[in-house]
């Protein structure tokens, strides 16, 4: 069958048994890259030698009897906001076009240190700012599921690389719902960590204390077995958590939701939601029930403070976190300048897109003397409360379902004409990053146009077990036609 | 009719701690690398790159928050500073605002004559209490090297990220006087807990001074200005006296004192304004979300008490009842951590406290100041001192030589018993030697050698320093004094 078919923990397997070499794998996907790359726009740097070479010597190491890790010779996709030791990273941006880090993220260590190769910097909305991956210096990305659509963001090269098949599994990031939002936009499985799971080392930060790295995959094994990689304590980065044995998220799937409690919240299904992404949810919500699970909806609360409160607070971490970004040490530098302030001033203004540059005019703001109070720490308030309503939820339900995002994939420059709008897409997935809980992406149908509907399962800090096997016990329900046929020939 | 005026000061004093690393990346904080040498993705502030605090720093920090009598917060965390400046690689600093690590305590200084009005502090005889707002912890900034050749401007950030503390008084200084007081309170007590050498100098202590006047009796405070670049207590004094002046000339002539930040030129005497209140930058001060708040419970303040050496005072006690010296030796000896760890290490190798003390306050201070050192550098050992206070009290070799042997040891660190044996500096104690060299001083000269004996008692004491001289020191002067009186 074709290699491309296989998830990435089915490949491992394969390269593993040797029915499959890593240099044979990684071609594979170089034959799909060369057909397709130029449709869909995915990567903004490939790496081709460097990956041949990291191939064969895996398949030499293989060969030889070595024990590896569980992904040797599984081609994957990095985000380009993850630092990669001598692969440039250039945030989606004109300001790092030719940032060549000297280190690799804790995540990309992780991932290359359980064999994963590594192919390419996928494209993304400049540093990390927007939901459609339009903001990128590097161009639009298609999505493959159609190309007049974009495929989501920001994470949107990774979740298009893993949907067209020009990897087999990615890393994105996740602020406010970006590595969710675009696997539901390309019919991926997307999933992001408790807060603080997955080190933020090497990942250029955009708004801190949200920010978490997470996988994107073609099944949910794939995330857990990749999350099961990633995950753990760095001393580097003072915010990582130390779960102690609460690893094993590959081993803890089982096909069993009988008597877990479902919350649905009623307030994510008023107005602006579009009717197919309603319907397949709530078809979704019936599939739980059906296998045993309890599900009620319920008042969550709060809905509408969601988007305000966090896009205060992200565009004040943003401001500050992109300050760094001067034209001094490294980075964009703008030409033919007189003055310290004009060198900032001209630097900025052309190293930055115009997103990136509203969400610093937005963060300063809301920073300033005098409107600190009125902005910053009421969003913070908020937050407080919306970290209360989620835990009052979670000492009702195991897991919370509902939509990833209010519509499916929007056609490209539809968005960006208006931001306020934009942001207000983000009304689902945002609540995951102002609490830090656990939220993961499953496809779970399409719409009227045919385009993929993704469902929202939302876990208690610290419960990706019980999140993972929630998501888990859905898709094995519902396999879809193209994993059937894979893992019944795998094991026939 | 001239008004009374008092100056009200208040004080922002920045101290290095002294730690081995940086306070949030492991970079070496080591003095005078080559540029850029002690400096890693962290503390360049390169994309991706994630600040842990240094444990030791805090540590340091509630060491100074103990003995400066502040309470430990439970709770703090760190804020961003944010301001473009090249030196500043993320152009925010990572500092303490809105939860510091030590508020609310106080030191006591000893205060000259009382002189204007003093009713804001607590005060007891000739001792005051200069109450301590806050003690907060934040990183150090780099270096920018201009070079007027080329006209290029060059960034070192070896310093960038290296660990300091800020410690932040309330306005209850009057005088130049009390200020260096409270300054020199500050620099023994850290230097004797260890957190730092505090070398104004050098800038491991840095003060910024905060002074407005009013007319004596009035209540309120007055407009403040700060001044930087006080690098010596001489350019602090002169800063205090030359921006009182200049406060009070402009209250005189009707004008107003402006709030504003002011540069002090030392070698001119004269201040800058650097920026006004109006011109002050936004800093947009909010909480770090790199960093977890800092949780700090009893059992690590109580261990940290516990760890908390002798501080100066308590030494002094020590020394007035153990070793029954004079205040003034007491006071000097202790000055300085290492020259009473040296004085209390030599009394241990058996060495008489007085005798000691008297070496160290004198032929020791005396070279450090002619070498323009400071006490940390001195090379001898104990043992050394303790030796050679020895071989002066065996008679073993004279208090000239003794000097002599002082200044090798000083620089070269060398034994005492080696020296004087290798270089032949023992007394001498042979008689007969000793009157041979005498008889040839009396018979050279004859004129004092009348003069005595016309009962000139004093002409004795010239024949003795020729006899000394011509047995280049090496014999005892009162043996010297006998064998002439004899030949006489």
């Known amino acids: 069958m074709d290699i491309l078919q296989y998830t990435a923990v089915e490949l491992a397997e394969c390269i593993r048994h040797r029915k499959i070499g890593t240099v044979e794998a990684l071609e594979a996907v170089w034959q799909r890259i060369d057909a397709e790359e130029a449709k869909w726009n995915c990567y903004i740097t490939v790496e081709r030698e460097k990956a041949l070479k990291r191939a064969a010597t895996l398949q030499r190491r293989i060969e030889a009897g070595e024990q590896i890790g569980p992904f040797a010779g599984v081609p994957f996709a990095v985000k380009d906001n993850l630092c990669t030791k001598g692969i440039r990273t250039t945030c989606g941006s004109r300001m790092l076009e030719q940032f060549v880090p000297t280190y690799s993220a804790a995540a990309v260590e992780r991932l290359e240190a359980a064999g994963a190769v590594i192919i390419g910097k996928t494209n993304m909305d400049e540093f990390a700012m927007g939901s459609t991956t339009e903001t990128s210096y590097f161009g639009v990305t298609h999505n493959p599921c159609d190309p007049a659509c974009v495929p989501g963001g920001s994470s949107g090269g990774s979740a298009a690389a893993v949907a067209a098949g020009e990897c087999f599994a990615a890393l994105g990031t996740d602020t406010g719902g970006s590595v969710r939002q675009p696997a539901s936009h390309c019919g991926v499985v997307g999933l992001k960590p408790t807060y603080g799971t997955v080190s933020r080392y090497g990942l250029v930060s955009y708004a801190s204390s949200m920010d978490q790295i997470g996988p994107l995959g073609r099944d949910v094994r794939d995330c857990a077995a990749i999350l099961d990689v990633i995950a753990g304590r760095d001393d580097r980065d003072a915010t990582s958590v130390d779960r102690g044995e609460q690893t094993g998220f590959k081993a803890a799937l089982r096909q069993d939701v009988e008597g877990m409690r479902i919350g649905v919240p009623a307030d994510y299904f008023t107005e602006g939601l579009q009717p197919g992404v309603r319907k397949a949810v709530q078809d979704a919500a019936e599939v739980f029930r059906a296998n045993g699970a309890v599900v009620e909806y319920f008042d969550l609360g709060l809905t509408q403070y969601v988007v305000p409160a966090y896009y205060t607070i992200a565009a004040a971490e943003a401001s500050s976190n992109l300050e760094r970004f001067d034209g001094i040490k490294y980075g964009y530098r703008a030409q033919d300048i007189g003055t310290l302030h004009a060198l900032y001033q001209k630097t900025r203004s052309e190293g930055f897109g115009a997103e990136v540059k509203r969400r610093i005019l937005l963060g ?94 939302m876990g208690d800090r610290l419960a990706e077990g019980t999140l993972l096997r929630a998501a888990y016990t859905y898709e094995q329900a519902v396999k879809t036609e193209r994993e059937r046929n894979v893992s019944d020939k795998e094991r026939g | 009719m001239a008004n009374v005026y008092e100056t009200v000061i208040g004080l922002e004093v920045h101290v290095e701690l002294a730690t081995q690393t940086k306070i949030f990346c492991g970079c070496s904080t080591a003095f005078g690398g080559a540029p850029n040498t002690h400096t890693c993705p962290v503390c360049t502030g390169m994309p991706g790159t994630l600040p842990v605090l240094n444990r030791q720093v805090v540590e340091h920090a509630i060491a100074v928050g103990l003995a400066t009598n502040c309470s430990i917060a439970a709770h703090c965390r760190f804020d ?35 002189e204007g009005d003093r ?49 932040v008084s309330e306005p209850d200084m009057r005088s130049a006087e009390e200020v260096i007081a409270y300054l020199e309170k500050l620099r023994t007590t850290i230097q004797y807990l260890g957190a730092s050498d505090c070398k104004l100098q050098e800038g491991s202590m840095r003060a910024d001074v905060n002074l407005s006047v009013r007319e004596v009796g009035v209540q309120t405070l007055g407009t403040r200005t700060e001044m930087k670049n006080l690098n010596s207590f001489h350019a602090i004094r002169n800063a205090i006296a030359g921006e009182r002046e200049r406060q009070i000339r402009l209250l005189e002539a009707g004008e107003q004192v402006v709030q504003e930040t002011r540069r002090w030129d030392d070698a001119k005497g004269v201040s800058y304004s650097m920026r006004s209140k109006e011109d002050a930058q936004d800093y947009r001060y909010f909480p770090e979300p790199d960093l977890a708040p800092l949780h700090i419970d009893d059992t690590w303040i109580a261990q940290i008490r516990a760890r908390q050496p002798e501080l100066r005072e308590a030494r002094m006690e020590r020394y007035q009842r153990t070793y029954a010296l004079p205040m003034y030796d007491i006071r000097l000896l202790t000055d300085s951590k290492q020259l009473s760890d040296l004085f209390e290490e030599t009394v241990a190798c058996g060495a008489q406290p007085k005798k000691v003390s008297n070496w160290l306050m004198g032929e020791a201070l005396r070279l450090l100041r002619e070498r323009d050192m400071d006490p940390e550098e001195i090379c001898f050992t104990p043992e050394h001192l303790a030796a050679l206070i020895g ?89 010297v004094r006998e064998i002439l009186q004899s030949m006489l």
Do not use: W
């Open chain 1, 364 to 457: 300063t703001f809301v920073l300033s003397t005098g409107y600190y109070d009125a902005y910053y720490l009421k969003a913070q308030r908020v937050r407080t409360r919306i970290r209360r309503a989620f835990d009052e939820a979670f000492a009702n339900y195991d897991v919370l379902l509902g939509p990833v995002a209010p519509t499916t994939a929007p056609r490209l420059g539809e968005s960006l004409s208006d931001p306020l709008q934009m942001y207000l897409q983000d009304i689902y997935t945002i609540s995951a990053n102002l609490t830090g809980m656990p939220a993961i992406s499953v496809p779970c149908g399409t719409d009227e146009k045919g385009l993929p509907v993704g469902l929202q399962l």
């Open chain 2, 80 to 114: 961003r500073k944010n301001y473009f400046y090249p030196d500043n690689p993320q152009n925010y600093q990572i500092s303490q605002l809105y939860q510091p690590i030590c508020r609310d305590g106080y030191v006591e200084i000893d205060v000259q004559t009382p």
């Open chain 2, 119 to 167: 009713r804001d502090a607590a005060e007891t005889d000739n001792r005051k209490r200069v109450r301590i707002h806050e003690i907060h912890m934040e990183e150090d900034a780099g270096k920018l090297i201009h070079d007027g050749e080329s006209g290029r401007s060059l960034v070192d950030y070896n310093r960038a990220g290296v660990p300091l503390i800020e410690i």
């Open chain 2, 391 to 479: 071989l002066v009290e065996q008679k073993e070799i004279t208090n000239t030589v003794a000097k002599e042997v002082f200044a090798v040891m000083f620089t070269q660190g060398v034994d005492p018993r080696r020296y004087v044996e290798e270089n032949g500096l023992k007394t001498l104690q042979d008689a007969d030697a000793l009157r041979r060299v005498a008889a040839q001083v009396l018979a050279d000269n004859p004129q004092s050698v009348a003069d005595y004996r016309n009962g000139k008692e004093k002409a004795i004491s010239f024949l003795v320093g020729q006899t000394m001289k011509a047995m280049k020191g090496q014999a005892d002067p009162l043996k």
